[in-house]
């Protein structure tokens, strides 16, 4: 009757060994969807949050555009100074450590 015994035993430990493994990926993979999902959710809402405040921005930078009357502070390229080419010296035979060969 050991025998039986042993052998039923070994059978149910071997299912079991069969079966743990399956069930706790199960498991885990429920676990993971589920916290996955609720990541998700929170992230939709920020994302529209988001959005929201970024249209609010929009129409509050349409809304406050700068007077007319300011100096424009980036340099534009139909300034004057832009046609003054500087003529370089051909820097043959100088060494590097010499004053610079533009002519000004």
């Known amino acids: 009757m ?5 052998d039923t035993t070994g059978l149910l430990l071997f299912l079991l060994w069969l079966l743990l ?9 429920r676990a993971y969807v589920r916290r996955c999902s609720k990541t ?3 992230t939709a809402t920020i994302r529209d ?3 929201d405040l970024f249209d ?3 129409l509050v930078r349409e809304s ?3 007077p007319e009357d300011l100096p424009s502070v980036i340099p534009t390229a139909r300034d004057d ?3 003054d080419f500087i003529a ?6 100088r060494h590097r450590l010499d004053p610079s060969p533009v002519r000004r």
């Open 49 to 51: 949050e988001l959005l």
């Open 64 to 66: 406050a555009e700068p």
């Open 21 to 29: 493994p399956p069930l706790y990926v199960v498991a885990l993979g």
């Open 81 to 83: 100074d832009t046609q």
């Open 56 to 58: 609010d921005l929009e």
């Open 88 to 93: 370089l010296v051909p820097a043959a035979g």
């Open 2 to 6: 050991t025998v039986v015994v042993w």
């Open 40 to 42: 998700l959710q929170r």
